[in-house]
């Protein structure tokens, strides 16, 4: 299969609460992951990726790891602002583990943090 | 900022009326993408093109959708006789070697058939 599986949403958090929100890939290479988020009215934007296994992308405070043993790219952040508030998108690129060609999405998670 | 850009942003048509969706990638940027999103839903992929080649159109839709990237000028996602499901928002995406072959995403157009 070529999916991507995240939390469904919505999740609503205060402020300064730690978020998880959890995505599992399927895929027969190991292809590159990546998180985009998307403010309302607004398109897609890069807020991180990893290329291989056990890689790190983080931007912004929030962080995920390229898990090959669970297939999973998890998001997470310690401490949300009100200004996260957004729709989360996990992706996945090709299998080749190239950033060419291109990405499956999972449905989105929204996110809502309250002061 | 050179980022991908697309227009319009909002598009109101007509039920069968045409669509025309255009897109300029990044700079230096020879791979684009269209993506279109559902009112609640993620992320379909349409088509992948490079330069005068279509590369993957396994999203598109068999009739009514065309998408061309021409060796000069923007990329243009065409909708011909559009039904009132086409209401969605299309994004344009691009990557190329110049930003090591991340895809960005443009802000997007609003199609919204009446």
């Known amino acids: 299969g070529n999916s991507v599986t995240q939390m469904e949403g919505p999740v609503t958090l205060s402020e300064e609460a730690f978020l998880t929100i959890n995505c599992t890939y399927t895929a027969t290479g190991y292809p590159s992951l990546f998180w985009y988020v998307q403010y309302p009215g607004e398109g897609l934007q890069l807020l991180l990726k990893a290329t291989k296994a056990d890689d790190k992308g983080s931007n912004k405070g929030f962080e995920a790891t390229y898990r090959k043993e669970t297939t999973s790219f998890h998001l997470e952040k310690g401490s949300v602002q009100v200004s996260d508030s957004a729709v989360y998108f996990c992706a996945r690129g090709s299998e080749r583990g190239s950033t060419l060609g291109r990405l499956y999405f999972g449905r989105g998670t929204q996110l809502t943090v309250w002061p | 900022n050179a980022g991908v850009m697309q227009n319009p942003r909002h598009l109101v048509r007509r039920r069968g009326q045409e669509a025309r969706l255009r897109c300029s990638p990044m700079?230096?940027?020879?791979?684009v993408y269209w993506y279109r999103q559902l009112p609640e839903e993620g992320l379909k992929f349409m088509v992948y093109?490079?330069?005068?080649?279509?590369?993957?159109e396994s999203g598109m839709p068999k009739e009514r959708f065309s998408a061309e990237f021409p060796k000069e000028g923007p990329s243009i996602l065409r909708i011909q006789q559009v039904v009132r499901g086409d209401s969605a928002a299309y994004f344009c995406?691009?990557?190329?070697?110049?930003?090591?072959?991340?895809?960005?995403f443009g802000e997007g157009s609003w199609l919204t058939v009446v």
């Open positions: 093109l490079q330069k005068e080649n279509i590369i993957d």
């Open positions: 995406a691009s990557s190329g070697t110049s930003s090591g072959n991340t895809i960005y």
């Open positions: 700079k230096g940027h020879s791979h």
